[in-house]
């Protein structure tokens, strides 16, 4: 859902505003790992990537104008690894088809489970989704902890003048005034309750504790070296090298898959695509890694130097 430009302040704040805010914003994040060198001007490099990551396979199809990049979906006969021998697509502009792959269309599938027929969801889109559901949770719950913080308490009277006196001495003190005079019996008749019996700022900061640990661990999955900081202290260098050798898991399946994919396309249409995955910040961490390293290891080169004291007697 679009909105106008004159609606923004009557936009509501609800989970599906903020689900559909973070999965775009996820989308994006996955995409800037991707890296494509020498694509056809015919190639969308906008459409690839998000066909990857949201479905986990693209085709790639020749025209009498050129190859394409086309939707769809992988089916036919099984062959005897039971993977599917077509890649059947509709498009308005291209036409439809049904061509065998390998032979007739290039098809680059994003992961191994997506050369799977039977995956019940492509690409990186569990992912995405599972993780823009746990931050618009989170930031619905911050909205809340922070409107919370302005509850601090309900007040009783018994009568309406009591209610009016308590109204008058409540905004006194709210606008500063050091003191106000009331009749004796107006504390009989007038008592205050707190509402919120937690800490906000207790609340909040777990809230967004929670909100940097969702995030990091997306951006972990996709290589990107981000260290989620519950210390509440700084985090030493071997803390933040700590995750690199293990980020590459699902990162090296894709560039695995894809180049596949890629190398198919290079055969059939005499292209020369390349591919590779983008890794943030790991060269960093290993350097500082090896800095550490370095700097720890034991000097073993033996200097002599000159005895500048005077003559020393062997016992």
Request: net charge negative; with cysteine; hydrophobic share 35%.
């Amino acid at each position: 859902m679009r909105y106008n430009v004159r609606e923004l302040k009557n936009i509501p704040f609800t989970y599906d505003l903020l689900f559909a805010r973070f999965k775009k914003k996820l989308v994006n994040t996955a995409s800037s790992i991707f890296e494509w060198d020498n694509l056809p001007e015919t190639f969308d490099e906008n459409f690839l990537n998000t066909e990857l990551i949201l479905t986990g396979h693209v085709g790639i199809i020749e025209n009498t104008d050129g190859i394409y990049t086309v939707r769809g979906n992988v089916g036919g006969e099984m062959n005897e690894y039971y993977k599917p021998t077509q890649y059947i697509y509709a498009n308005p502009v291209l036409g439809s088809g049904s061509p065998t792959i390998g032979k007739d269309v290039a098809v680059l599938f994003l992961t191994t489970e997506d050369t799977d027929p039977f995956t019940p969801n492509g690409g990186l889109s569990m992912l995405i989704d599972s993780t823009a559901t746990l931050l618009a949770d989170n930031q619905l719950s911050l909205n809340v902890a922070q409107k919370n913080s302005r509850l601090m308490l309900i007040a009783d009277a018994d009568g309406e003048s009591t209610s009016n006196s308590a109204e008058l001495v409540l905004n006194s003190m709210y606008e500063g005034k050091p003191y106000k005079v009331v009749h004796k019996k107006f504390e009989d008749d007038f008592s205050v309750n707190p509402l919120v019996t937690v800490k906000p700022a207790e609340s909040m900061r777990q809230l967004i504790e929670n909100y940097q640990f969702i995030w990091s661990t997306f951006l972990q999955e996709l290589g990107i070296n981000s260290n989620f900081n519950l210390k509440r202290e700084r985090l030493v260098q071997a803390e933040v090298a700590l995750n690199a050798e293990c980020m590459d898991t699902l990162i090296d399946d894709i560039e695995k898959n894809v180049k596949r994919g890629v190398e198919m396309c290079n055969s059939l249409y005499g292209t020369d695509i390349k591919f590779n995955v983008r890794r943030y910040g790991e060269e960093h961490a290993f350097e500082g890694l090896n800095k550490r390293d370095e700097l720890s290891q034991p000097n073993t080169v033996a200097t002599s130097q000159p005895d500048k004291g005077g003559d020393t007697n062997d016992e």
